[in-house]
């Protein structure tokens, strides 16, 4: 089908996101995992490739003063916006560049340990693909990692469908928001009036449900814009390939790729050895109609292996905020104790010393520890509860590795070769770093360097996390509010309200704050 769009890239500002699996720590991660040592994160050189308004690279420049950070787009209004926040947070590593890849000269900015291409490739002309690559294979350094995502096929011929008849059934409107409503009205319709419903029907209907949660910004630029190009992982591992690059993995970490499949798909990928592990990658897509991938790759003489190395967790930290149900959970042996986060389904563990790990890593959060001090403190957790000359043997030890692994493929466990700077507590003047404080300024939402995200509540969450800026006290933070409150800045419905509302503001400030610090948001 023809590539048509009226919608100018200029004319519709991109949201604004902060991507957790791009970030350097991430990347550095799971290059360790696969026996690839990338340059020290907190004095890396990152670029950004399509990096909108920079707010991605902000959050990393923000925490890793040391490190150097390069952002390319094509959109000026992008570039401004990043550029003045950047001014704004007092993030003088990074530098945003509007430009044209197809003009940009990258010899002049040197080598890059990451880069980074996150809503990128499909979204651009095939001779803007092939420059990027090219840029990878030049600008990458020796041990360096790059992160590219895109659409992909099975899955995404579905999605694909869908764009085509909502590309054509607006291609005479001009709007780029009419655009998104009536599209979404059309697929609605479908839904409704298909024809033939047990097929036909539910693929509308999961398709629009998909549609329908994504922003007006993501479908104008995602669906309606004018490429939009899904692929085979064969077929991009073979672009790669051809830049001298090869695939280290997904940014993703997939423990047990296979679980619920039958025992003839297991066996089907179970003949594929490493050496075919693009095959293998491949033939796990088709089973499961994957539709997007987030890719990492390196250079093709990078020496990497494709199972998680013996020394993983050597110098790591380890980071995990799930919380036991129990407020007295039981380390015995063999008794199920179930750990979740925020009401979300996590984890339920029988192994003694893992129970207690994920105990004492909840207790820590947002604080990090090595894998031999969890060990350590584990094994002191058990023996306080059942005996102190409770048993451990090397099996418990890689039980627990092993449980680590798979908890940190559903994301609840995070492993970083760097530990940001991070407060346990808020403290006498609690203060957010600046991102933090500009993102309660500019955004509903909050990012923390714990990986973390969180929607801001209320005003009076906001207000709270913009005065938390190192210089305030607690007492000043408190007085404050009560002069908002006189001077009229904040309302209430009623004078009992009111009232009540000042009463309770020294606990309220003091519960915000603890959640605040739990959260990871404040620096020491």
């Not at 509007?98 to 340990?113: C, I, Q």
């Not at 922003?215 to 077929?235: C, K, M, S, V």
């Not at 209430?492 to 605040?516: C, G, H």
């Amino acid at each position: 089908m023809t590539e048509k769009s009226s919608i100018n890239y200029e004319d519709v500002v991109y949201p604004n996101f902060v991507h957790a699996q791009t970030h350097p720590n991430r990347l550095a991660t799971m290059a360790r995992a696969y026996g690839l040592q990338t340059a020290p994160v907190e004095n890396c050189r990152v670029l950004e490739v399509g990096c909108g308004s920079g707010t991605n690279l902000l959050a990393m420049a923000s925490s890793l003063p040391q490190s150097e950070f390069v952002g390319v787009d094509l959109s000026e209004n992008h570039i401004k916006f990043g550029a003045q926040a950047a001014g704004e947070v007092g993030a003088a590593n990074l530098k945003l560049i509007r430009a044209d890849l197809l003009e940009v000269d990258f010899s002049d900015f040197g080598k890059f340990d990451y880069i980074i291409a996150h809503g990128f490739y499909s979204w651009i002309p095939p001779i803007v693909r092939e420059r990027f690559l090219e840029i990878c294979r030049a600008q990458l350094a020796e041990n360096g990692v790059a992160f590219v995502s895109y659409n992909a096929f099975p899955g995404c011929h579905l999605r694909l469908m869908m764009r085509e008849m909502m590309t054509y059934h607006t291609e005479n409107i001009e709007s780029p928001h009419e655009k998104v409503d009536q599209s979404l009205a059309l697929l609605g319709f479908l839904k409704e009036t298909a024809f033939e419903k047990e097929v036909y029907g539910k693929i509308l209907e999961n398709e629009f449900d998909k549609t329908i949660e994504r922003t007006a910004e993501l479908i104008i630029h995602d669906d309606l814009g004018t490429f939009n190009r899904p692929f085979y992982f064969h077929e991009f591992v073979a672009a790669a390939e051809k830049n001298d690059l090869q695939f280290l993995s997904e940014a993703e970490y997939f423990h047990e790729k296979y679980t619920g499949f039958r025992k003839e798909a297991v066996e089907l990928l179970n003949r594929f050895g490493d050496e075919e592990i693009v095959r293998r990658e491949q033939y796990l897509d088709f089973l499961k109609n994957r539709r997007f991938r987030q890719t990492l790759i390196c250079h093709k003489n990078a020496d990497i292996k494709r199972k998680v190395g013996e020394d993983f967790f050597d110098e790591l930290k380890i980071v995990c905020d799930l919380h036991p149900d129990s407020e007295t959970p039981d380390f015995s042996p063999h008794k199920n104790e179930k750990f979740s986060k925020a009401g979300k389904k996590g984890a339920t563990i029988d192994h003694s010393l893992t129970k207690a790990a994920l105990f004492y890593l909840s207790e820590i959060f947002p604080r990090s520890v090595s894998f031999d001090e969890l060990v350590e403190n584990s094994k002191k957790i058990v023996g306080d509860q059942l005996s102190e000359n409770f048993e451990f043997s090397e099996t418990d030890v890689e039980i627990l590795k092993d449980i680590l692994l798979k908890i940190f493929a559903s994301d609840f466990v995070n492993f970083f070769t760097h530990e940001p700077q991070i407060a346990s507590e808020a403290g006498e003047k609690p203060k957010a770093d600046d991102f933090i404080r500009w993102q309660a300024k500019n955004s509903d939402t909050l990012f923390s360097r714990r990986f973390r995200t969180k929607k801001i509540e209320d005003d009076f969450s906001r207000q709270l996390l913009i005065l938390c800026d190192g210089e305030h006290t607690r007492e000043q933070i408190l007085e404050n509010f009560k002069r908002k409150i006189s001077e009229g800045e904040i309302t209430f419905a009623d004078e009992k309200m009111k009232r009540e509302f000042i009463e309770n503001l020294p606990e309220t400030i003091e519960n915000q704050l603890r959640q605040a610090a739990k959260l990871g948001l404040f620096m020491e």
